[in-house]
């Protein structure tokens, strides 16, 4: 599965950005998208993962109320809608597949990480 994320730039605190990544190759063996980030001299962040055909979400609890991940099955697309922004928000954001199937509530994914990443974009959220 290969992955773009798009769509990430510079902000000022409070506001919005939308964040935008298609998937293409083995597309039908998805079972979940997601969002990861990582700060400089930080470790990898789960942000948040959404289910290919159920829908279900899953966000980090520091982004829970002001992210919102969607997916569009048709386009092989996931979006992450980035709202109230802070500053601690800034990092580089990765796109995420996993082709292995995780119940509904289980934090397999914010503990373990995803099999499959895309290049990075970043996003910078000024005070």
């Known amino acids: 599965v290969q992955l773009q994320a798009s769509g990430g730039g510079l902000v000022q605190a409070g506001g919005s950005l939308r964040l935008s990544c298609v998937a293409s190759g083995r597309t039908f063996s998805v079972f979940a998208m997601g969002w990861f980030r990582q700060a400089p001299g930080k470790e990898r962040e789960f942000v948040a993962h959404i289910t290919w055909s159920g829908g279900n979400t899953d966000y980090g609890d520091s982004v829970q109320g002001r992210f919102t991940i969607s997916k569009d099955n048709a386009k092989n697309m996931v979006y992450l809608q980035m709202n109230s922004l802070k500053p601690e928000d800034t990092g580089v954001y990765y796109c995420?597949?996993?082709?292995?199937?995780?119940?509904?509530?289980?934090?397999?994914?914010?503990?373990?990480?995803?099999?499959?990443y895309g290049k990075g974009t970043q996003v910078t959220v000024s005070s």
């Open positions: 995420a597949a996993d082709e292995r199937f995780v119940p509904y509530g289980s934090k397999y994914f914010a503990n373990y990480g995803m099999d499959y």
